[in-house]
Each structure stands twice: as structure tokens, then as C-alpha cells.
């Protein structure tokens, strides 16, 4: 079996987020709705302090919150793991939103909504809408560039390791702080790092099994 | 309703390189039915990290379909100029506002070329496009101006850094040598966190070196780029940079005895014999001074051939300890170098430079430093400990079969350390840690880069390298083709001062790096009066650079703007320059619609360094450019032909990229942005590398060599521990001051590298209570990034890019807290707003603000309103620049309250 997983090492992120917005690029996603953050912070008192710099997006949990909330099965589990949502499915119900303990769900209304307010679509955002159809009335959520990944496994290439077949975030990020690839292969790079490095998922407690790791 | 999927018909792409900051990374860029759609960073490249890049990087497809973008000349109806000042344009034509221009040019450099101002833009880093500049501005004077430069020139640059980089590294900056750093130290330095030059390679190369255990330790007023990357971040008070290094050095030479004899003998000035007069003791006497003059170098951009020895025969003297006399520093007989001791030659008292230095150091106690700096003394004299010790002096390390000594241990400084009144002696200070333990362009250590290429192997253009030049100091032929182009970015070999009754001071205070801010200062009447200058800047023509948002204290820039008589702008988005103070804007083109061959040149902004590769790449355009926006070589070459100066235009052109046979451009020849590529691109790498091949490869790639990597063990030449020249140049200053009244400060030119409190330092009013600086933000650059949606999104999830943030203790104590909307007020009285933001990890005397925010043009809604404005706290007049290379001070004391 495929199980399509992530781990962010937080020692090698600067923080520069270009996961987020080539996250954006690559779905051309609208303003206010972001499949990938970065959360940052500190923790700790003058003088020893650490600063806190947290890429999230979907954590892809084998026991996903939304999976079960959903009344249409319009969110789902693929078999290699990663957590869709059929937008022809999507009733815009929103229980997924409330469900998700890591609030990466966005309710996406405004198909109109322009980058520059008042000043109509620029001819990216316009041939956006229609290379990579978004359905307005319908939750979103990163889906690990499944169609990075389908596109990719269909022309003989490798997510994780060819970039082409690998999602947008991962080989954007300059300092090469995000390893994707199969957690049930334990000889991926990603199976590898998570077993010497000793990743750690975001809230464990919440039961969720989340694919996405984190180290450093 | 679904939109439908658009028919396929392009789909394409197209290598390029970014233009977001001047790392320029080798990008490629997907096109789909002549709309682009996605960057990428270039994985075949290390011009960049090798695959990845930064999220200003992607953001470039919001500068390209800006619709705020200009796409026609605009002419000024509303002559009242000022700050926030409406212009009232009026859309003209292409020839209509040549018409404007070019009477009015004409009319200024047949006068007087001095009174023609022209500014470019250090938002990018290629050097080849400033080249094209000068090229025109050469061909349509005559010669080089007195004014000219970067915008943000003293105020995001590193005046500082790029002197003591270019003395001591034979490069623009320094870094440390991540593949092999073990303990990093910086000082106000975002090198491998994501800004600096060869940004995103520095970002890959810094992340691995952290994962693989190498120990950062940052100094810096705020725990978030680089201290917040950083194993230890050690928060300081602005402008303590210097004190800090000189009193590690202390440590290392007078309590550890820990340093390395045979690079400071070898490498350095440290043997050389220096008398009562602070000057070197020499073989025939004392030096007869300098040959060529400021101007002569400057205007006709010829190298000084000697500086202070006047020539070649009367060299500095070293004591040989075995034979027991004295002999010039490179007779091949020397036994053994004498680093101290007492000695006479010829009836002079003297000493080696090593007994001096280590006598002076004793005077930066990390106790002393304490005080100051509020860094324990024992932390301090720990971090050195480490440092020597990381340094691991005497070790090897062998590459590609050569042997070369092994310094795992670096300290890089860079505009935080170094944009203060004391940032020179700072930076070289630095450089002086890095010279003790010999961690200088060798594995492991600090590197200049790109300090030496032996060529491109099957044309062996491209060549530079640093050699030894007078008195065996290090001199650099770099820039290769581009040679005589561009001042070499030293300053070194050095000038000697003179009042050339110019307009730039700078001929004074002749160790300033390229560039000015004389024509902003507050006090610019003041010193062109005394320096008797007849000339009056009346023509500006701002090449892509906001030189009003990139000038310390826009108020400041505002009435000299109003001074002069006519202002052109050529750039992609009205701003406030040209809102305010514009007569004509040319509509520019974008990097994504641009051509040109930035990546040939001897770029010091944005190579790999270490082993990594050679790589250049051009930049291409990748969408057809819209509207009537200008490629920027067509407008200077259209401006050039209607000023009659074409041929002068072309021949500058060969002459400075040393186009030659049927790579010179010929005078009836026509010129175009892809036709000076493909000469060029020829010249350097052969018949077969012209435009078409690149414009499909995008980038040539050949390996590098240990000798170019780590040049320093395999050329002879030395750098200074000692800045002898100083003194010289101290007393002919003194001498002008006294001859016109300028009050140019002396008090910094000793040679002993040093520490003096800055003014801002010095102020004791208890109402001032904190110190105010700014800081780079990762995902900006300059005053350009904030217009870009993506950008702005980043910034507004970001807790500190747009507000001003403090210490939590220090905002309790004076009852403010999180979210107030605080004024923050100099002892001079300028003043900033902003909303509060509480941090730990905040020096408690200092409050932070992010570098170019508070823009308020209206060509530029996204940027407008966000943030608040640093810049307008500065000073900007003599009293507040570092006297000997003109570095702003870029720290100042507030009160804050809330509004």
C-alpha cells in the first residue's frame, strides 16, 4: 500500500513562505483562502526565547475528523492516503470546518473576489479560473497536489522524489525543509528521516493520525 | 457554474532569472496560452538554492499582471511638487516625452554634465544592467558625473561592508563557508536566512550546515531572522557590533594566546615594522604619497597603480628574528618574522603591527564590552572561546588533492552591524576575528566570493582574480571584461583625499564606497558651500529606483527634489517619487519582460561560492511585453541616438564589455536588448553560445576549481590588521577642513581598528529611553515587494512585518500594551506611528520596525497605508555617517507613547 505523507524540518525553515504562496500559484487560489500557512511566533522569556516558525496545511489524517464528519461523503481517504474532498459532493455544509482540529478548511464563497480590489481579474487569476476550476458554495483544503501526483505515478515518475510528480510546497521550498513521499515504504526518504530524526505529529492527543511530521 | 477548461494552445518554459532582490536565482517560468502561470525556481542551477525559491520569488507573477502597472508615458500637469502632491498626469507619447527630455538634457550636459543626476536601483542585483547605465551615462557626458548611484545607496547598502569585504576578501560581502562551518557568529547579518547576496543558495547551504550540528550564534537587537534561527541568539543594543568583535579579539590574542602565527605572518601585515608616526618604517624613508589622483580614477576610470609607497622600491620593513635585522617584508631570505618586540632601524623606534594591535586590544575587555553592550562579559569570553576553538588553527583539510588549511569557524557582518556612524571600523573589526584564527576564504571559514574565476575554460573569458599588489597588499582586477566599467569595489587600492570643488564630498572623504547621499543631506548647501562648488544638480533621471522611499528620511529628500529643475523616472509603477516630484514617467518593462545578460558579468551579488559551480544565466522575456513599455537598453539607446551620441553610445559599449572583431557593435549598427545578449553571450563563451542558445539553455555551467573556491592559500598577497593608510588620509583631511571650514569628522581615522560610541549612542536625555531600528523582513525588498497581494498576505499573517514591535516587560512598564497604536518621537522630534505588537524575544532598550513599509503613493494601492516608516526618524547630514565611508546611521533614540 501507498500512504502519501510529509515531514517539515522546522530547523532548516527560514520562514520565507514560499510554501504558501506557491501553494497559491500552483491552484491559483483566491485571496484569503490558503491550503498552506506559516504560523509564527516564540515561545519562552527574554532572553531565551525561540522563535516559532510552523508551515501547516491539511494533514492528510488516517483517522481524519473531516472524513467522519462529512453527512455526503464528499470528503474522503484515498487509498494512498490523501484526504479529497469531491466538490460535486460538497454541500457547503461547513461540519468539516467545525470538525478539523487544525482549522485548515476554508468555506470558498466569493467566486469574484479579484487580488486587486476593484480593479478586475489579471489575466493570470482569469485563465486560472479556468485551467484549475474551483467550485464556489464548497469547502477547499490542500489535497497534496493529488493531481501533481496522479499525473505524475501515470508518466512512470515518483512523488517525493521526481519533481514533477511531487507536490508544489515541497520542491518550491529553498531549503529543502519539506520531504514528501510513502510512509509505508520504509526505505522513502520520508519513512527514513521520520525514523532517525523522530518526527512528531501536531496534537497526537486529538487521535487523528495525522500524515504530515514535523522534526527540528 | 464550472468555467470551461481553455483549449491548449502554448505550453511552454522559459528559464529565466528572478528580479525580486538582487540574489537574482536562476528561475523558470511556465507559460500557458501567453498567460504565465507558475515560477519555479531553476533545479539545475546553484544561481539560487537548485530547484527552490523564496515567496517574494513567486510572487513576481503579481508584479507582471499588476494592473497598477505603467503602460504609457505619463507628463506632470500640476507643477506644484512635494510630498503627497497630486501630479495630475497626462498620457503622452513615446516621442512627446522625448521631446520633454531631451532638449532639457542637452541643454544641461553641454553646461555643466555635473549638474546631471542619474540614480539606478540595487532592488536588483545586476550589475551588467548599472553597467548599461554607466555605458550611456559615459557616452551622453563624457565621463562619469560627479553624483551618481543606487538608489537606497548608504541606506540598505553596506557601504561598511562592502569597504572592509573588498579590502580583506577581494569581494562585495562576505559569508560564511557553510558546507563546512561548524560555528557561525553574525552580527547584524540575515546570510543563510533567507536575504543577503546568493540569498537562496546561502538559504539551502545555511539549513543543511544547521542540520548537520553547525552552532549559530546571532547578535542582533530581535530574535526573528537571523537570531531567530540562530543556536544562541544574544540580543544587543545597534552599533555595539564592533565592540563586541574587537573584545573576542582581546580574548583570543591577550587571554586565550590563541591565534594563527603563520596566516598572520604570512597573510596579513602583522610582521610589518611601524614607527612612532603610525606608518610603516620603509626601506629608503618615508612615502612620497599617492600618484593618481580621486579624479583622474573616477572620471576616466583609471586605476590608481600605487597608493601610499610611491613605488615599488621603497617597500615596508619587517624584523627577521633569526638574522636578527631588518629586511623588506618579502625578501625571500626571512627566516622568521617578528610579530613583537622593540626595534631601531636606521634611528627609528618601531615595532611589528602585531605588538600594537595586541596592546590596543586590551583596552576592549568583554568586561568593558559588558557595559556597553548589556552582553555579559563571561558570555562574550565564552563565545570566543568557541570560536578559537571551533576555528580548530593549525588543522587541513584536503580538497581535490590540494592541501589547504582548515577553519571551521566564521563571523560575517553585514547592514545591521554595519549601518552605523563606527560601521567601518565595525566590519573590520569582524574581519580583524576572522584574520586571527585565519579563517579567511579557506574550508570552512569566512569567503568573499566571487573573488577569483580563472575563466571560462574554452575562451578564459571571464578572468579575475586578486593578486599582490602595492606593498603585497591584496589588489583585485575583478570584473574581468567588465573592467574599468565600474570602480572596483575595494576601495582599494585606496585614494588620497582632495577638494575637487565638486558636488561629492566623497573626494574628501575618499574611502566611501561608490555612491552618495550628499544630494540628500540636510546640510548638502552647507558643505557644497564650503567646498566651493559652483556646479547645482538640476537634472534627476531615476532609473527604476523610489530614491525618495529609499532615502533615509523622505522629508530630507523631499526639498532637495524640489530643487532641482527636471525629473525623469523610468520604472514600472508610479511611487512617490514620481507622485510627488516627477516631470516625465517612461514606462518600464518588468524582469519577466526584460532581456539582458546580468548573469555574465563578474557578478559579486549572486554566485554560488565553495565548490558549487560557475553558473550564468541571462534573463529572457517570457510574455510579450504589454502596452508601449520600454525594454531599458532601448530607451537608453533611443535617448543616446536623439542626443546625437549614438556612436559614442556603441563604442562605450565595446570599450567597456571589450566587444571585439564581429562582436563590436560597428556605427551604422543597429542596437536592441537581444542583440547586445547575443554579442556579448558570443565574446564570452564562443560563437555557438549566442542568443538562440541561450535563450533556450538559459544558463552555461562549468565546474569550479579549489584555486578559485579557496583562492587565498593559493595567492601571495596580504591584508591589512593595520589600516595604515588611515593616518595619511586623517592628516590630508585635516588639512582641507582647515583650508575651507568643512568639519568632516577625524576622530575615526586611526589605524588601529577601534570603537567610538555613535550620537545616537551619546545621547543622555532620560526621555529617550529606547533605541529604534529597522530590520529586513525576509519576504521584502526595498520599497518594491509591498505592492504584490501575495506578499501583503504574508506580511498581514506575519505578527511583526507591519507593526512595531517591543519588548513585553519594557511595554508593561510603560502601561502599553499589544494592539495600542503608539507614536514613536526622536530627541529630534521626527515621528512614526504604528500599531504595537509585544514580543520576548526583544532587546528591552529596543523597538523594531520593518524596513520599507508606509507607503502611501497611489500608484501602488496594495502597498499604500501598510506598515509604518522607519526611515523618517534619520538624520541625514554629516553628523550622523560614518566619516570614512559614509555609512548612515540607521539606529535612533525614541520616546514612545501611546496616541
Given at each position: 500500500m501507498t500512504n502519501w505523507g510529509m515531514i517539515i524540518d522546522l530547523q532548516k525553515c527560514i520562514g520565507c513562505y514560499s510554501c504558501m504562496i506557491s501553494c497559491k500559484q500552483e491552484h491559483f487560489l483566491p485571496p484569503g483562502v490558503f491550503w498552506n500557512r506559516v504560523i509564527i511566533g516564540e515561545d519562552g522569556k527574554y532572553p531565551a526565547v525561540n522563535k516559532q516558525i510552523y508551515p501547516v496545511l491539511c494533514n492528510h489524517c488516517v483517522e481524519a475528523a473531516c472524513v467522519k464528519a462529512c453527512p455526503t461523503r464528499a470528503t474522503t481517504r484515498r487509498d494512498d492516503g490523501i484526504v479529497i474532498i469531491d466538490y460535486d459532493k460538497c454541500v457547503g455544509c461547513r461540519y468539516c470546518l467545525i470538525a478539523c482540529p487544525f482549522q485548515q478548511r476554508t468555506f470558498y464563497t466569493d467566486g469574484e473576489k479579484e487580488y486587486f480590489p476593484g480593479q478586475g481579474l489579471t489575466e493570470y487569476e482569469e485563465i486560472g479560473r479556468r485551467l484549475y476550476p474551483l467550485e464556489t458554495g464548497t469547502v477547499m483544503k490542500c489535497n497534496f497536489c493529488s493531481e501533481r501526483i496522479d499525473a505524475g505515478i501515470e508518466k512512470g515518475l515518483k512523488p517525493g522524489t521526481d519533481r514533477e510528480a511531487t507536490p508544489a510546497c515541497v520542491i518550491a521550498c529553498p531549503t529543502e525543509a519539506r520531504v514528501f513521499g510513502d510512509l509505508d515504504d520504509p526505505n522513502s526518504e520520508v519513512s527514513r528521516k521520520l525514523r532517525e530524526e523522530k518526527g512528531v505529529q501536531l496534537h497526537p492527543e486529538y487521535g487523528t493520525e495525522p500524515s504530515v511530521y514535523y522534526v527540528g | 457554474m464550472k468555467a470551461s477548461r481553455p483549449e491548449i494552445y502554448e505550453d511552454r518554459w522559459v528559464k529565466t532569472m528572478c528580479g525580486r532582490c538582487y540574489a537574482m536565482c536562476g528561475i523558470r517560468v511556465h507559460v500557458v496560452n501567453g498567460v504565465a502561470v507558475k515560477i519555479e525556481g531553476e533545479p539545475d542551477s546553484m544561481h539560487g538554492s537548485g530547484g527552490g525559491i523564496c515567496g517574494k520569488g513567486v510572487a513576481g507573477l503579481q508584479v507582471l499582471y499588476d494592473p497598477n502597472r505603467l503602460n504609457v508615458p505619463l507628463k506632470r500637469t500640476n507643477p506644484e511638487k512635494g510630498l503627497?502632491?497630486?501630479?495630475?498626469w497626462q498620457e503622452i507619447s513615446w516621442e512627446e516625452a522625448y521631446n520633454e527630455i531631451v532638449p532639457r538634457m542637452k541643454k544641461v550636459l553641454e553646461e555643466n554634465p555635473n549638474e546631471f543626476f542619474f540614480q539606478w536601483s540595487t532592488s536588483r542585483g545586476d550589475q551588467y544592467r548599472a553597467f548599461g547605465e554607466m555605458q550611456f551615462i559615459q557616452a551622453v557626458c563624457g565621463r562619469i558625473p560627479d553624483i551618481m548611484g543606487a538608489g537606497g545607496g548608504g541606506l540598505h547598502c553596506g557601504k561598511a561592508a562592502h569597504s572592509a569585504a573588498g579590502v580583506v576578501h577581494s569581494s562585495w560581502s562576505i559569508v560564511p563557508d557553510f558546507r563546512y562551518c561548524n560555528y557561525a557568529i553574525y552580527f547584524g547579518s540575515s546570510k543563510g536566512v533567507g536575504s543577503g547576496h546568493s540569498a537562496m543558495f546561502s538559504a539551502k547551504l545555511a539549513a543543511e550546515a544547521r542540520h548537520r550540528g553547525m552552532k549559530v550564534v546571532s547578535f542582533d537587537p530581535m530574535c526573528n531572522f537571523s537570531g531567530g534561527k540562530a543556536t544562541e541568539w544574544v540580543p544587543v543594543t545597534p552599533g555595539t557590533d564592533g565592540l563586541i568583535a574587537l573584545s573576542m579579539c582581546n580574548v583570543l590574542v591577550n587571554e586565550l594566546g590563541k591565534y594563527d602565527v603563520d596566516y598572520l605572518k604570512n597573510k596579513t601585515n602583522a610582521p610589518y615594522l611601524v614607527g612612532l608616526d603610525m606608518k610603516y618604517v620603509r626601506e629608503k624613508g618615508p612615502a612620497r604619497g599617492l600618484k593618481i589622483s580621486q579624479s583622474e580614477y573616477v572620471r576616466g576610470g583609471a586605476r590608481p597603480g600605487l597608493y601610499i609607497g610611491d613605488d615599488d622600491t621603497n617597500k615596508p620593513l619587517v624584523w627577521d628574528t633569526i638574522d636578527n635585522r631588518a629586511k623588506v617584508y618579502d625578501d625571500p631570505g626571512i627566516k622568521e618574522y617578528a610579530l613583537d618586540g622593540d626595534y631601531e632601524v636606521r634611528g627609528i623606534k618601531c615595532h611589528p603591527v602585531f605588538q600594537l594591535v595586541k596592546e590596543h586590544l586590551k583596552d576592549y575587555t568583554p568586561e568593558k564590552a559588558a557595559e556597553l553592550s548589556g552582553i555579559p562579559g563571561e558570555n562574550i569570553r565564552r563565545i570566543a572561546t568557541e570560536f578559537v576553538n571551533a576555528a580548530s588553527i593549525g588543522s587541513t583539510i584536503t580538497i581535490d588533492g590540494h592541501i589547504l588549511p582548515f577553519r571551521p569557524a566564521s563571523a560575517i557582518i553585514f547592514r545591521g552591524g554595519q549601518g552605523h556612524e563606527n560601521g567601518f571600523h565595525a566590519c573590520f573589526a569582524v574581519c580583524l576575528l576572522n584574520q586571527l584564527v585565519g579563517s579567511a576564504d579557506v574550508p570552512g571559514g569566512t569567503l568573499g566570493w566571487p573573488a577569483r574565476s580563472l575563466g571560462y575554460p574554452s575562451t578564459g573569458e571571464l578572468s579575475w582574480s586578486p593578486y599582490k599588489g602595492t606593498d603585497g597588499f591584496l589588489e583585485t582586477n575583478h570584473f574581468g571584461p567588465m573592467a574599468g566599467v565600474m570602480a572596483s569595489h575595494g576601495p582599494w587600492p585606496t585614494n588620497m583625499p582632495e577638494?575637487?570643488?565638486?558636488?561629492?564630498?566623497n573626494c574628501i572623504t575618499s574611502v566611501g564606497h561608490i555612491g552618495t547621499n550628499i544630494n540628500f543631506q540636510s546640510d548638502r548647501h552647507e558643505i557644497w558651500e564650503k567646498m566651493g562648488t559652483k556646479d547645482k544638480l538640476k537634472m534627476m533621471i531615476a532609473w527604476g529606483s523610489n530614491s525618495l522611499l529609499s532615502t533615509a528620511n523622505h522629508e530630507h529628500a523631499a526639498n532637495a527634489l524640489k530643487e532641482m529643475e527636471f525629473i525623469v523616472v523610468y520604472d514600472i509603477f508610479n511611487n512617490e517619487l514620481t507622485e510627488g516630484f516627477a516631470d516625465i514617467v517612461l514606462p518600464a518593462v518588468c524582469y519577466l519582460e526584460d532581456c539582458d545578460g546580468s548573469g555574465f558579468a563578474g557578478q559579486n551579488f549572486n554566485h554560488a561560492y565553495g565548490m558549487d559551480g560557475w553558473f550564468c544565466h541571462i534573463v529572457q522575456p517570457v510574455v510579450e511585453v504589454k502596452g508601449e513599455r520600454k525594454k531599458w537598453q532601448t530607451v537608453l539607446y533611443e535617448l543616446a541616438c536623439c542626443l546625437g551620441k549614438k556612436e559614442q553610445f556603441l563604442q562605450t559599449i565595446n570599450n567597456t564589455l571589450s566587444?571585439?572583431?564581429?562582436n563590436a557593435f560597428k556605427p551604422d549598427d543597429d542596437f536592441s536588448a537581444e542583440q547586445l545578449v547575443d554579442r556579448v553571450a558570443k565574446q564570452l563563451f564562443g560563437d555557438e553560445h549566442g542568443w538562440e542558445w541561450f535563450s533556450e539553455n538559459g544558463f552555461i555551467h562549468w565546474p569550479k576549481k579549489v584555486e578559485e573556491a579557496y583562492w587565498r592559500h593559493f595567492v601571495d598577497a596580504r591584508v591589512p590588521i593595520y589600516l595604515e593608510y588611515l593616518v595619511e588620509i586623517g592628516e590630508k583631511i585635516k588639512s582641507i577642513n582647515e583650508e575651507t571650514g568643512l568639519g568632516f569628522d577625524l576622530s575615526q581615522y586611526t589605524p588601529l581598528i577601534s570603537w567610538k560610541p555613535t550620537s545616537v549612542q551619546r545621547i543622555d536625555d532620560p526621555r529617550y529611553d529606547l533605541y529604534c531600528f529597522s530590520y529586513r523582513d525576509i519576504i521584502h525588498t526595498g520599497s518594491s515587494t509591498m505592492e504584490q497581494p501575495w506578499i501583503d498576505e504574508a506580511s498581514r499573517m506575519n505578527p511583526y512585518t507591519y507593526n512595531i514591535t517591543m519588548n513585553r516587560d519594557t511595554a508593561q512598564k510603560k502601561g502599553l500594551t499589544e494592539g495600542d497604536i503608539i507614536e514613536v518621537e526622536t530627541d529630534r522630534g521626527r515621528k512614526t506611528q504604528g500599531r504595537l505588537k509585544l514580543m520576548e524575544g526583544q532587546h528591552p532598550k529596543v523597538v523594531g520596525i520593518a524596513a520599507n513599509s508606509g507607503h502611501w503613493a497611489k500608484g501602488q494601492p496594495i502597498a499604500r497605508g501598510k506598515g509604518s516608516n522607519f526611515d523618517v526618524l534619520l538624520e541625514l547630514d554629516q553628523e550622523h555617517l560614518d566619516p570614512i565611508c559614509t555609512t548612515i546611521e540607521t539606529s535612533v533614540r525614541v520616546s514612545v507613547r501611546k496616541t
Open positions: - | 503627497y502632491a497630486d501630479p495630475k577638494n575637487n570643488h565638486g558636488l561629492n564630498p566587444l571585439r572583431s564581429n
